[in-house]
T-cell receptor
């Protein structure tokens, strides 16, 4: 039970922003929200994580709703290399429970 | 300077055989993991070791035995391989003081014939 809900797939155009949503309505106060992605034929790759505040790093931004029941991963300018399955995970120490994720297709 | 490496990348074997997959990390992390990704692409944790001690064992058949000779290595040994063991196996590592940022290896595709 991944305990998060994501769309099965999304499509974007190259160099446009992408907003990947995630619902985690039963999240506890101590659970972090993590995003990983898996490029074709590769292992999962850490993208970003946060607890309550919005977070930015060189790969993406994470916007967390005030009630923490949902979050959005933002890729500011999608590239073809961003085509992957994106996983939103409620994490506690040591254990990541992956769901089905969102398959992001980036069109040239 | 690969952070998490696995060998072999591909493994094809017959039912009933015993095989091992090796994993090494050079990140100085003290926690290592094994995940299984089946044909439907679900990624599930199997084991986690912290400082060579088992801390997570997710209802994995006892044909699977992880072995951690030191903090940098976590090997997976599988006895009496079955068709259902065919999958991609990923090793990962993390630093316990950082909140679950895990670094994954490239995976080992196991095919049982």
């Amino acid at each position: 039970d991944a305990k998060t809900t994501q769309p099965n797939s999304m499509e974007s155009n190259e160099e446009e922003p992408v907003h990947l949503p995630c619902n985690h309505s039963t999240i506890s106060g101590t659970d972090y929200i993590h995003w990983y992605r898996q490029l074709p034929s590769q292992g999962p790759e850490y993208v970003i994580h946060g607890l309550t505040s919005n977070v930015n790093n060189r790969m993406a931004s994470l916007a967390i709703a005030e009630d923490r029941k949902s979050s959005t991963l933002i890729l500011h300018r999608a590239t073809l290399r961003d085509a992957a399955v994106y996983y939103c995970i409620r994490g506690s120490n040591y254990k990541l429970t992956f769901g089905k994720g969102t398959l992001l297709t980036v069109n040239p | 300077d690969t952070a998490v490496s696995q060998t072999p990348k591909y493994l094809v074997t017959q039912m009933g055989n015993d095989k091992s997959i090796k994993c090494e990390q050079n990140l100085g992390h003290d926690t290592m993991y094994w995940y299984k990704q089946d044909s439907k692409k679900f990624l599930k944790i199997m084991f986690s070791y912290n400082n060579k001690e088992l801390i997570i064992n997710e209802t994995v058949p006892n044909r699977f035995s992880p072995k951690s000779p030191d903090k940098a290595h976590l090997n997976l040994h599988i006895n009496s391989l079955e068709l259902g063991d065919s999958a991609v196996y990923f090793c990962a590592s993390s630093q316990v003081t950082r909140h679950v940022t895990q670094y994954f290896g490239p995976g080992t595709r196991l095919t049982v014939l």
